[in-house]
């Protein structure tokens, strides 16, 4: 899916009608590579079946694929489409598809997701939004007409943050909104987002639950947190919500 050979609508549409075509895309918005197996074990179907969805998604220009000798490893074709899919899987909740969750394992993960989880290479949910929010409050971030970081913001990246920040592309913005399926609101996404979310796993502030997107805020990312940005419960598991 590029500027220059725009997918039809239609088309688009044909590819995510399929409920287990929608399944690996919403699996691959964790921002990682997944081999055909596995993604076939997620979708609980053959992978034979798997195989032929595949070759739909990356035909399609969602996916793109990587061979590594007997593997083959898909992921998101960038950022764009994971706006795209998170988009719609926040339409979708807009419009009431989602059904409650019919177990209580079940249950337990929609609330884990709800908390803190990765969006394709950024941080969403609770302390998704707590964050994006704690940087709004303290002047790093502006809203006003868009998404950007203010002259503070771009210090604190450097100086507290202790990371560097991509120069700015046409294809990636340095930051940008993108609305969150669980809080219905904003959380940061672009360049900077990833970055900070990165950071928070390489420092291990959070941990992955699992193999899927949910995390789990850790006690040093806790305290980095509270120390950086004055957040003190930013998924409310503190208040028994997790």
Do not use: K
Not at 146 to 155: C, E, P, Q, T, W
Not at 156 to 177: H, Q, Y
Not at 221 to 229: F, I
Request: charged residues 20%.
């Amino acid at each position: 899916m590029t500027a220059t050979t725009p997918i039809p609508l239609a088309t688009l549409a044909g590819l995510l009608a399929d409920a287990t075509r929608a399944q690996f895309c919403l699996a691959l918005l964790d921002g990682r590579a997944w081999t055909a197996g596995e993604l076939a074990r997620h979708a609980g179907v053959a992978a034979s079946t798997a195989s032929e969805h595949l070759s739909h998604l990356v035909q399609g220009g969602l996916l793109a694929e990587e061979r590594q000798g007997r593997h083959r490893y898909l992921r998101l074709a960038g950022p764009q489409v994971a706006q795209l899919i998170e988009d719609m899987t926040a339409h979708a909740e807009r419009a009431g598809a989602a059904a409650r969750p019919p177990t209580l394992r079940a249950a337990s993960a929609a609330r884990a997701m709800a908390a803190a989880r990765t969006c394709y290479d950024h941080l969403a949910g609770r302390l998704g939004v707590a964050i994006t929010d704690a940087l709004t409050t303290r002047g790093l971030l502006r809203q006003d007409a868009g998404f950007a970081l203010s002259d503070d913001g771009l210090a604190w990246f450097e100086a507290e943050l202790r990371v560097s920040l991509p120069s700015p592309t046409g294809r990636r913005p340095l930051v940008r909104p993108c609305l969150d399926w669980t809080e219905r609101r904003h959380h940061l996404a672009g360049a900077a987002g990833a970055v900070l979310c990165a950071t928070a796993l390489e420092r291990r502030w959070v941990s992955r639950i699992g193999s899927g997107r949910a995390l789990r805020l850790t006690g040093t990312g806790r305290r980095a947190l509270g120390e950086l940005l004055g957040l003190q419960d930013p998924t409310g598991e503190l208040a028994g919500d997790l």
